[in-house]
């Protein structure tokens, strides 16, 4: 079946431009996941959303980021005023009960923030 | 805060040769411990998820044990392939309230197996 996809692929912007970026998780997956990996740094966790709602965002760096999940699906985490510290790959993940089950992760969204 | 640190940090072997990788983490209250396997511009592919409660996992040439005490893993892949050329995270599930699960990373050891 089909994984997990992100969309864009890459995403070049310009400092203090908005972008939202999308996650499309496996089909019937309730969990789903945002971390980001940062050039010579580990994953990031950012946020875990158990259907809509999102029990854990302790991980988003700061107020300009955020995130929504809506019918239980596609997920959209949007950075407003982007900075070039958040230049890093998003990637996006989902599993199918709780966060003790194993995460599928999709290929990953390359930002560049210019 | 949960620290996870992975040793060595890059490893170049020739195919054949049995290979053991190294992950720690400093607090013993996992729920479950996972390595990953990450290729060049995709995303992480799960290999082996292993509970608190388990010992080892194994799948194919590859065997991960834990000793949650102690706060070690290790991922064993015998007999080396070209094709396992990628980069290993090791993952460790928090076992504590509202981070129940939610996944600590180290950076990776990077993997080269030349023919």
């Known amino acids: 079946g089909a994984g997990v996809s992100q969309s864009p692929s890459n995403k070049v912007t310009e400092k203090g431009k908005d972008v939202e970026l999308r996650c499309d998780p496996i089909s019937g997956h309730t969990a789903l996941y945002w971390y980001r990996q940062s050039l010579g740094q580990g994953l990031e966790f950012l946020i875990y959303f158990q259907g809509n709602s999102a029990p854990d965002k302790s991980g988003l760096p700061s107020d300009r980021f955020s995130a929504e999940r809506t019918g239980g699906s596609v997920s959209t985490l949007t950075i407003q005023r982007t900075q070039q510290e958040d230049s890093a790959v998003y990637l996006c993940?989902?599993?199918?009960?709780?966060?003790?089950?194993?995460?599928?992760f999709g290929p990953g969204t390359r930002l560049t923030v210019l | 805060k949960q620290e996870v640190t992975q040793i060595p940090a890059a490893l170049s072997v020739p195919e054949g040769e049995n290979l053991v990788l190294n992950c720690s983490f400093t607090d013993s209250a996992i729920y479950n411990l996972q390595w990953f396997r990450q290729d060049p511009g995709k995303g992480l592919t799960s290999l082996l998820l292993?509970?608190?409660?388990?010992r080892e996992q194994t799948s194919g040439r590859l065997n991960a044990s834990l000793d949650k005490s102690s706060g070690r893993s290790t991922l064993y892949i015998a007999a080396s392939q070209p094709g396992d050329s990628a980069t290993y995270l090791c993952?460790?599930?928090?076992?504590?309230?509202?981070?129940?699960?939610?996944?600590?990373f180290g950076r990776g050891t990077q993997l080269t197996v030349w023919p």
């Open positions: 993952a460790v599930g928090a076992d504590r309230g509202s981070t129940l699960g939610r996944l600590y």
């Open positions: 993940a989902s599993s199918f009960g709780g966060r003790a089950d194993t995460q599928y």
């Open positions: 292993i509970q608190s409660s388990q």
